[in-house]
């Protein structure tokens, strides 16, 4: 199966065609993908080199000029590095722009540190107005960057990883969907989490509501999922652990209920290894899953039951 990053030049290719509005900048990162499409809109296809800052200021100079610039790197060149640019050349500036990443929180391992960025979203959460598609499939990956070139003039952060589910959900570009429906907790499973958290659900009892667009955050969804399954909420994330506790806790700020936040540690990694293998060491993997899902579910029926 394609990536989701495979999906990005040809979707983009197709974009460029359709819409004179469209934009895409680089930072000398998967420039070879858009030789093509850079021969028929050389204008519109614009290599930074590499220079991440500029990369966010050239896309917003392109948005006051009306167009909708799509700016790509890896996560770490795009949200960490030029942090600043996305908060005053766009944010302060109040224009909008689409930010597609690559490499997610380490799916290149062997790039080290530099290459991982475990909390961009969190970082992003700083600022105001920021819509936030995490896809878990090629085919949403695809979706949810039509939705985002479409979203007028907004800031929106696509975030692409090489971690997949095996078949494609659904997705709008705003509410979660519900996957599996249970009477004893609330599991929301984040983009290429699901097939992970639906293994290790098994069996239990739970409701799993599937998240490609965590921000804004759908509360209704689960305010309405809490009303048929206990106010217990698990958050599988596969980005900084508790990114979206905070959000969570508001969506039921008004009725007794406990979340846990599952998702990358802070603990740096300092063994490259394989992407799997950081899966497991952060408690991703299906098996560390139901144990800690289990265990803070059993938490609370002991509790209730004193």
């Known amino acids: 199966m394609d990536t989701m990053r495979d999906r990005f030049a040809p979707t983009m290719a197709r974009l460029l065609d359709e819409d004179p509005r469209v934009a895409v900048v680089l930072a000398e990162i998967g420039v070879a993908a858009f030789d093509e499409v850079t021969s028929r809109h050389p204008d519109r296809v614009i290599n930074v080199g590499i220079r991440e800052q500029l990369l966010i200021g050239a896309g917003a100079g392109l948005a006051l000029t009306g167009l909708r ?88 952060y696509v975030r692409l990883s090489d971690q997949s589910n095996a078949e494609p959900l659904p997705v709008d570009g705003a509410g979660f969907h519900t996957v599996r429906e249970g009477r004893s907790g609330v599991v929301v499973a984040v983009g290429p989490t699901l097939d992970a958290v639906l293994t290790a659900t098994e069996g239990l009892d739970v409701t799993v509501l599937y998240a490609t667009t965590v921000r804004p955050f759908d509360s209704a969804a689960l305010r309405a999922a809490t009303e048929g399954a206990g106010t217990d909420v698990v958050l599988v994330e596969p980005y900084l652990a ?57 938490g609370a029926r002991v509790a209730v039951t004193l």
Do not use: C
Request: net charge negative; hydrophobic share 45%.
């Open 69 to 156: 610039p799509v700016i790509h790197t890896f996560a770490s060149f795009l949200v960490e590095r030029p942090f600043e640019q996305v908060k005053l050349d766009l944010g302060h500036q109040d224009v909008g722009a689409v930010l597609v990443s690559a490499a997610a929180s380490f799916d290149w391992p062997a790039g080290g540190y530099t290459h991982m960025a475990p909390g961009d979203v969190a970082v992003l959460d700083t600022l105001d107005g920021w819509t936030v598609h995490v896809p878990g499939h090629p085919d949403e990956a695809e979706t949810l960057l039509r939705h985002a070139v479409a979203a007028g003039d907004d800031k929106v």
């Open 242 to 298: 508790g990114t979206s506790t905070a959000v969570a806790n508001d969506a039921l700020t008004d009725v007794p209920h406990r979340v846990l936040g599952l998702g990358v540690g802070r603990r740096e990694l300092r063994r490259y290894g394989t992407a799997e293998e950081h899966v497991a060491a952060h408690g991703l993997d299906a098996g560390s899953l139901r144990e800690r899902i289990s265990g803070f579910l059993a």
